[in-house]
């Protein structure tokens, strides 16, 4: 010690010199670092960085997660959240305090995908976008369904095939989406709003096949949630396995298992369909043979019970008359609902070719471009009627324009002022008098006060 105070032995550094060089022993030993902690005093100020501080029991070190890096996480870190963090280390010279500038972060336990998806579970459960208040309804005979999925793999043909076994007439339109990878949520979003614009599907099916959590991404992303939550289309979800549960699925109108059962959910059988109306006309013969058969009975036990036979049976012959009556009209009209019925579904049916939607595209393209020519053509002839007006005025406002009347322009030399009353000028003063074609300088020999003496 004694030594190190002798004058000679003395090395001074100045702070800054020594931060520096503390600085350099530090960043070249650690340049990059793992580290696990506790998040605490978590802050995002205006620039969008993260700032906090990394401690466990025994001690603490101040973090900065520059906005560049933290947009890529999946998640939001919050105080008390155990953490793992890779960055390296630094020294701020101005404070004279090291830190760790995070590269990467990721919680503790629980994987970043999965703290990703609870988060924004929570977030969109609280806005109330699982609500079952906004549920939509499904149709009960949709005309078109749309399939939000990849073009290709077995979920579109399984969709496909199920329909047309259940019901061929039911027109399906394909939107062909990326499933996952970057932009995969992007691509939903907006085939989802397309179809809202078109507003020619009855329902919507989003689908996808199976995979991990990596794979099922996009359909965990709020863009598609908040695309589910404001299509006013029907919209039915069967993303993954029956076991896998999706940010879509809880949004969606109806979740279905797998992307056969979704197909199964919208579209009755028809073969059944045509069963069951056969069995309730047949019901229905059934229950007024019934009716008549009780009515008939009825009026045979009446009639043993009458005094005078023959005037108690014509007046039950007129009731039965009557009755029977009632019974056939109301039979025809119940027959003729519902032949009425089975007509406007055939009509439905009908509508669903592609020929008629052809034809009715082809009259709106006309209709538009008519609509267009028209409004293009008063709109040029406005704008040319605007101009006309406007060059007439400008015309009329043109100082040349008063010249060629005859008029003159007269100016006092050489200070050339211009020249309104007869009282700036002097006998004998020259003046520069400028006409429609040219100028000339004159000398002024009379002054005249009347203004309109020679006009």
């Not at 289309?233 to 979704?262: K, N, Q, Y």
């Not at 036979?309 to 027959?335: C, E, K």
């Not at 002097?426 to 400028?434: A, D, F, I, S």
């Amino acid at each position: 010690m004694e030594n190190q105070l002798s004058p000679h032995r003395r090395r001074i550094y100045t702070v800054t010199d020594l931060t520096r060089a503390i600085k350099g022993l530090l960043e070249n030993a650690y340049p990059f670092a793992w580290v696990a902690g506790e998040i605490s005093n978590f802050r995002v100020p205006v620039s969008g960085h993260y700032y906090f501080t990394l401690k466990d029991p025994g001690a603490q070190i101040a973090a900065v997660m520059f906005r560049a890096q933290n947009r890529a996480l999946g998640f939001r870190p919050e105080d008390g959240m155990a953490v793992v963090a890779m960055g390296r280390l630094n020294v701020y010279e101005p404070k004279g305090i090291y830190q760790v500038i995070i590269e990467y972060l990721e919680p503790q336990g629980t994987g970043v995908l999965q703290l990703a998806f609870e988060q924004l579970k929570a977030t969109l459960a609280a806005e109330g976008l699982f609500d079952q208040k906004y549920k939509r309804p499904l149709p009960f005979l949709p005309q078109k369904i749309a399939v939000v999925t990849s073009p290709t793999g077995a979920v579109i043909r399984d969709i496909i095939h199920v329909i047309n076994r259940r019901f061929p007439d039911v027109a399906i339109q394909v939107t062909p989406v990326k499933v996952q990878g970057q932009g995969a949520a992007e691509e939903i979003a907006e085939a989802l709003e397309w179809l809202n614009d078109m507003n020619d599907a009855d329902v919507i099916v989003l689908s996808r096949g199976g995979g991990s959590l990596e794979d099922l991404q996009a359909f965990n992303s709020e863009i598609v949630a908040r695309a589910i939550f404001a299509s006013h289309i029907p919209i039915v979800s069967a993303v993954g396995h029956e076991t896998d549960f999706s940010i879509a699925d809880f949004t969606a109108d109806l979740r279905a298992p797998t992307p056969s059962a979704a197909a199964e959910l919208i579209v009755p059988v028809k073969t059944e369909l045509s069963r069951r109306m056969l069995q309730i006309r047949s019901a229905l013969k059934t229950a007024v043979s019934q009716r008549l058969r009780l009515f008939r009975e009825r009026t045979v036990q009446l009639s043993r019970r009458l005094i005078d036979p023959g005037r108690q049976v014509a007046d039950y012959r007129l009731r039965l008359d009557d009755a029977l009556g009632r019974i056939v009209r109301g039979l025809s009209r119940q027959l003729e609902d519902n032949t009425n019925r089975l007509n406007m579904t055939r009509e439905r049916l009908s509508r669903c070719s592609p020929q008629l939607m052809v034809e009715n595209l082809n009259v709106l393209l006309k209709h538009r471009h008519e609509s267009q020519h028209s409004a293009m053509h008063f709109f040029l002839e406005s704008k040319k009627s605007l101009l006309r007006t406007t060059v007439a005025k400008l015309s009329a406002m043109n100082p040349l324009a008063i010249l060629e009347r005859g008029y003159s322009v007269t100016r006092t030399l050489p200070d050339n002022v211009l020249v309104k009353d007869v009282q700036q000028v002097n006998l004998g003063q020259q003046v520069e008098v400028t006409v429609a074609r040219g100028g000339m300088v004159c000398r002024v020999e009379r002054k005249q006060n009347d203004a309109q003496a020679n006009i």
